[in-house]
């Protein structure tokens, strides 16, 4: 299937610092969309970018779609406890029907 | 709306038991999926479905039956259990292809 590589694979880091995570394929992508899964629940999708070089926000949450098409970024800021999860990312149709998601990033928030 | 549906939560099955995990839809989505999701691991297609009638292979088919007879409901069978299906399960839907998934909240099946 579609691999979808993301960096850094795990994350500890203190509350209040500021995240940057990434996503890389060998494809061109036309769309990306960001997950987090919270410990024990389902993904649920937190952006959806749509065009190269699209910066998207949802709170402190930032995203941006890479201009060469085949990355995308994601960087969180001023961390909280409740950032704790696993996000991944992942395209909606560049595999047809099929629907693939990255290798995911598992970030802890210390107190 | 109730979402994504499944059940049941959790389930311990012996070898060679068989049974179906449930899933459920009310958002009028065309596109299902069925992921397993090993610890510490990402989430792998198992199965999928666009639209009621059509189903597919993921990259992780074996062992696993589905059917869509209707939109709402995307049933996965387990045929003959094996401990390698130890895993959690989410079922996910969607409006169509350039749009992400709804996840419902899991079934973590232990086979022993």
């Known amino acids: 299937g579609q691999q979808l590589n993301q960096s850094p694979q795990s994350m500890f880091i203190q509350e209040g610092e500021d995240v940057s995570m990434n996503c890389t394929s060998s494809?061109?992508?036309?769309?990306w969309l960001w997950y987090k899964q919270d410990p024990g629940e389902g993904p649920v999708l937190l952006i959806a970018?749509?065009?190269?070089?699209e910066l998207t926000s949802n709170g402190r949450l930032t995203a941006q779609f890479g201009i060469t098409r085949k990355d995308s970024f994601l960087n969180i800021s001023a961390s909280i406890p409740s950032d704790v999860g696993i996000y991944f990312c992942a395209d909606p149709s560049n595999t047809g029907n099929q629907f693939y998601f990255g290798t995911g990033t598992s970030l802890t928030v210390i107190p | 709306n109730a979402g994504v549906t499944q059940t049941p939560k959790f389930q311990v099955l012996k070898t060679g038991q068989s049974m179906t995990l449930q899933c459920a839809q009310d958002m009028n989505h065309e596109y299902m999926s069925w992921y397993r999701q090993d610890p510490g691991m990402g989430l792998r297609l198992i199965h999928y479905s666009v639209g009621a009638g059509i189903t597919d292979q993921g990259e992780v088919p074996n062992g696993y039956n589905v059917s869509r007879s209707t939109t709402e409901d995307f049933p996965l069978r387990l045929l003959s259990a094996a401990p390698s299906q130890t895993s959690v399960y989410f079922c996910a839907s969607r409006p169509g292809i350039n749009y992400g998934y709804t996840f419902g909240s899991g079934t973590r099946l232990t086979v022993v």
């Open positions: 494809s061109i992508f036309n769309t």
């Open positions: 970018l749509y065009k190269a070089g």
